[in-house]
């Protein structure tokens, strides 16, 4: 599955799959249990496709619970770190960095919450990285599922209105005026909001 000599490294974000901290805005659906098994489902799916990847270092970057509770959830074989505090962009661009700083040529990172992301999409967003300097994913609700890079660009994720739908508008109008190479891969859904549910059939 890995190796040491690997250069590519994804990262998931996901959160410990806490009733009444997890997919919050799709309680009154689902109630609390309810939200977080969907959460727990949509993680154990995201992990069992990456594990296809040939070559590729993996890492669960988690908020919620601790180390112990993830390796129980998720398995021992897998390496675990703790998000840090702050936004979201602040918790991909210190991801990037870590990763960047620890020798990797190329660094993605995915999300749990998007059930039809294949270890295959994956794989051409790295491909992608040969020929872009930033990779995105777009999901149907304006924001992305994946991004890549092959150096920390931190502009990228700061100004950005998080879990709104034009965070992908807003960066790719970054994107535009750091005159970057942007790759684009094929558009999927997450699972995040009430709507999303129909195209899970719940």
Not at 129 to 141: M, R, S
Not at 167 to 184: P, R
Request: hydrophobic share 40%; with cysteine; glycine share 8%.
């Amino acid at each position: 599955m890995t190796n040491n000599n690997t250069k590519n490294c994804l990262i998931i974000f996901t959160r410990y799959p806490e009733p009444g901290k997890t997919k919050t805005r799709l309680i009154p659906i689902l109630g609390a249990e309810g939200a977080a098994n969907l959460h727990r489902q949509l993680t154990e799916t995201v992990i069992t496709q990456v594990k296809e990847l040939q070559n590729v270092l993996m890492e669960v970057h988690f908020t919620g619970g601790n180390q112990q509770l993830m390796q129980t959830w998720l398995g021992e074989n897998l390496t675990y770190k703790q998000q840090i505090e702050g936004d979201l962009g602040k918790r991909m661009a210190t991801a990037f960095k870590t990763a960047f700083n620890n020798g990797i040529e190329q660094a993605v990172i995915i999300g749990s919450d998007c059930p039809t992301l294949t270890s295959q999409i994956i794989a051409e967003a790295f491909a992608a990285l040969f020929q872009h300097e930033l990779v995105l994913g777009p999901a149907t609700d304006g924001g992305y599922y994946l991004i890549g890079l092959k150096r920390l660009i931190p502009e990228l994720f700061l100004g950005i209105n998080w879990g709104t739908s034009e965070v992908l508008q807003e960066t790719v109008k970054i994107a535009e005026n750091l005159k970057l190479a942007v790759g684009y891969l094929t558009t999927l859904s997450d699972i995040d909001r009430p709507e999303d549910l129909i195209s899970l059939n719940l």
